[in-house]
């Protein structure tokens, strides 16, 4: 983790300074922040200005673990959750589940985890708000498959994941400050969820 720190910092560096969401997308990001922060607010009304979630980037499509300890090397969504519990006891030192806010590309993968997960779960998929959830991803990505679509279904396929990335990683806060106590991601390289905590 160490020696992927520094990588990271220099990648929050650019995504603050050298790339900026235009005005459709803030204003789509500032909708999501508000939404989250609604549902952080109505699960703990005793809240503070610092509500705390964490964030799970689940990814499909074309991309795989490099290991193969997980059948069609994509790491199974209960690992996942063994990582939010784990991260949030270590954390909190609480059994209390936290709110979960939830990315991924995979319709199939975002039922699964709601299903699994028994605390509160948001995301694209499941909010109130009609724009977002015409913005949550359709289907698994595929590289190829992206590049195929016409530039208007492009635009929107970004938008999404651009309202993901914030949300899931703090990136282009608001004025609310909202930002994941901690993300659970399945890198590529490692067999098992990677925990980043700010």
Request: charged residues 25%; glycine residues 4%.
């Amino acid at each position: 983790m160490n020696r992927l720190k520094p990588i990271f910092e220099f990648a929050e560096e650019s995504f603050t300074s050298l790339i900026i969401p235009n005005t459709a997308n803030r204003a789509l990001i500032k909708l999501a922040r508000d939404k989250l922060s609604s549902v952080l607010h109505n699960v703990d009304r005793e809240a503070d200005d610092k509500a705390l979630f964490v964030s799970v980037h689940i990814r499909r499509g074309d991309r795989k673990t490099s290991s193969y300890l997980f059948p069609d090397r994509r790491i199974p969504i209960p690992n996942y959750i063994d990582s939010i519990t784990s991260a949030w006891a270590r954390l909190h030192n609480t059994d209390v589940l936290p709110v979960v806010y939830l990315a991924t590309d995979s319709p199939a993968a975002h039922q699964k985890f709601a299903d699994l997960f028994e605390g509160v779960v948001f995301s694209l998929y499941d909010t109130d708000e009609a724009r977002l959830r015409y913005i949550a991803s359709p289907g698994e990505y595929y590289q190829q498959q992206f590049e195929a679509l016409d530039p208007q279904q492009r635009i929107l396929a970004t938008r999404g994941i651009i309202v993901d990335l914030a949300l899931l990683s703090g990136l282009w806060p608001g004025n609310d400050g909202l930002k994941p106590d901690a993300v659970i991601c399945g890198l590529r390289l490692v067999n098992r969820s990677y925990v980043i905590m700010y």
